[in-house]
């Protein structure tokens, strides 16, 4: 079984779309928002292809008007 395992995707959805080895499973250890432009996107791609996503301190963030404590407030609201 090939387990394909990603993190930090930050709304990068032309990463997400250059992944192009086989897997089997895909599992996300979180952080979707934040930083790149497409979060909406980005978030729709991992919901049709991973199992499992752990929530990141980003999206726990930006989910609930916190800080995340790691970068400047980002202005990226998915509303």
Do not use: F
């Amino acid at each position: 079984m090939r387990v394909a395992i990603i993190s930090d995707v930050h709304a990068n959805l032309a990463t997400l779309e250059s992944i192009h080895e086989p897997y089997d499973l895909l599992l996300c250890l979180g952080d979707l928002v934040d930083y790149g432009p497409q979060p909406r996107e980005a978030i729709q791609w991992v919901r049709e292809r991973a199992l499992k996503v752990i929530r990141g301190n980003h999206d726990q963030a930006l989910a609930y008007g916190m800080d995340c404590r790691c970068a400047p407030a980002s202005s990226i609201h998915l509303s």
